[in-house]
């Protein structure tokens, strides 16, 4: 899993970033990581497809734990081959 991390750079943006996934020599931008409402750190994958909530998306301490948590909710769904072309079918469309 290949995973970057892309700063967003915006004048209201200030800690937040892109997921980006390179894969056959593409890269998708998955989901995000920063700062919402003022301090409190939160991670996100993107929802393109129907997904559960509660797996996409949630707190973390810091960016470190969210990217860690990121990687481990993105490796869940990730695991399944169909998820995963089905999302990355839904990237491509939207380009």
């Known amino acids: 899993m290949n995973l970057n991390l892309r700063k ?3 004048p209201q ?3 937040n970033y892109r997921i980006v996934l390179k894969r056959d020599g593409d890269e ?3 989901g995000s ?3 919402q409402h003022g301090d409190a750190w939160r991670w996100g994958i993107d929802t393109v497809i129907p997904m559960r909530v509660l797996e996409t998306q949630e707190n973390g301490n810091n960016r470190r734990d969210c990217m860690k948590q990121f990687k481990a909710a993105w490796g869940r769904f990730a695991g399944d081959e169909a998820n995963l072309v089905e999302f990355l ?3 491509r ?3």
Request: glycine share 6%; aromatic share 6%.
């Open 93 to 95: 469309k939207r380009r």
């Open 8 to 10: 967003v750079i915006h």
């Open 13 to 15: 943006a200030h800690d």
């Open 33 to 35: 990581i920063g700062i």
């Open 28 to 30: 998708f931008e998955i």
């Open 89 to 91: 079918n839904a990237k």
